[in-house]
């Protein structure tokens, strides 16, 4: 929903009724993960999509029906055996797909979870996508990290799916949870999504050059809340680094421990050592890989820079285990010569990382594309599941 919650809410603070669809189950290559939404606006506008281009059509019309019954509906899109351009997905994969009427009638609590995500405050949204009881079928509840808004129809429903969504919130999670029909730990008929709204992840570069410039650039337009670090004030200035969102001028070990002091760095965190200068490097690199898991962690320089700089590290008392995460030289190997190449082959590398991806060319390859869970997808028979497009 974070890639139409602006369009929503100025729809919603009109006092008109959008339709809303929401991807929130996929199998097999689908285009686009869940969580992924595309709103049909009270004036017919249509902003985001759900596959990319697959079944917006379908999903078009089905939310302008939705809005018209105000009554919201589970839809399963795939491939068709008989036509593969028939309302489906051609690119073989299977998608849920909810679709609401989105006013304030329907989630009072809308205008508050904008305001938190605006302001960088974590936030989930529960709806109940399946019940066997019509009247709990998208009923929301808001969730923050302590307590929650709403109500999906009982109070053993609530606090069971609130506990759930605390965990799924701090991870940043997207996904579908199964339930009885009371919020039961056991048992199924009730299913509800769980939208996370987390902070952005961060990208922290430390080393203030053409390098890192390009970098903070590729981080933000892949939406890192992007920190440039350097103890040098002539080099670190937001004018050199007008992409990032923050340039500071301190010793980058130092800046490094104290944000994890704070709590300021997690598991979703990127940090990239550009400074390819062992007085600089070396003390950080011993705080990052000494800090628990990142996302990612990589530093700049040649072959014989890292073979010194681990032999440095060593000699600090780290492990080959703790060395390992370390991704030296950073970037995968695309022949960049530029800073923007170079940028785009760090993003790569990081990219790969998250999701398990090999780098290699996706033509020389038979594996799946995607690289996400894969899920069987069960028949939906004896719920409210309606299936397009052929089916499975």
Not at 228 to 249: G, K, Q, S, Y
Not at 295 to 304: D, E, H, P, V
């Amino acid at each position: 929903m974070r890639d139409v919650l602006e369009a929503l809410l100025r729809d919603w603070r009109a006092g008109g009724t959008a339709g809303l669809a929401t991807v929130v189950r996929t199998f097999d290559s689908a285009p686009r993960p869940a969580g992924a939404s595309m709103l049909v606006a009270s004036g017919g506008e249509a902003v985001g999509s759900v596959s990319g281009g697959c079944v917006e059509a379908a999903v078009y019309e089905l939310a302008t029906e939705v809005v018209q019954r105000g009554r919201p509906e589970l839809v399963r899109y795939g491939i068709s055996d008989d036509d593969a351009f028939a309302v489906g997905l051609t690119c073989g994969g299977i998608i849920d797909v909810f679709v609401e009427p989105v006013s304030r009638r329907t989630f009072a609590g809308l205008d508050d979870v904008g305001a938190d995500v605006e302001a960088s405050r974590p936030v989930a949204v529960a709806t109940v996508i399946e019940h066997p009881d019509e009247a709990w079928l998208g009923r929301h509840l808001v969730v923050r990290p302590h307590g929650f808004d709403g109500d999906l129809g009982s109070e053993r429903a609530n606090h069971a799916v609130s506990d759930d969504a605390q965990g799924l919130l701090a991870a940043g999670r997207n996904t579908t949870l199964t339930y009885g029909p009371d919020g039961e730990r056991r048992g199924e008929g009730m299913r509800v999504f769980f939208s996370s709204f987390a902070p952005r992840p961060r990208m922290l570069v430390f080393g203030a050059i053409d390098f890192a410039a390009a970098l903070a650039r590729m981080g933000s337009y892949l939406g890192y809340h992007v920190t440039v670090c350097d103890a040098r004030p002539v080099f670190a200035t937001p004018a050199r680094f007008p992409e990032a969102d923050e340039v500071i001028v301190d010793w980058p070990h130092r800046y490094l421990a104290g944000q994890l002091d704070a709590g300021l760095v997690d598991a979703r965190t990127v940090v990239c050592v550009l400074t390819h200068d062992p007085k600089f490097d070396v003390p950080l690199l011993e705080v990052a890989l000494r800090a628990g898991p990142l996302a990612y962690l990589g530093a700049m320089g040649s072959r014989r820079t890292h073979e010194d700089r681990l032999a440095r590290l060593r000699e600090a008392g780290l492990t080959d285990e703790e060395l390992a995460p370390l991704r030296s030289p950073l970037g995968l190997d695309l022949g960049a010569r530029t800073p923007e190449e170079t940028a785009v082959s760090i993003a790569a590398e990081i990219i790969a990382e998250q999701w398990g991806g090999s780098g290699r060319p996706l033509g020389s390859l038979d594996a799946r594309i995607h690289h996400d869970e894969i899920h069987e997808p069960s028949s939906g028979a004896g719920s409210g599941l309606t299936t397009a497009g052929g089916g499975p």
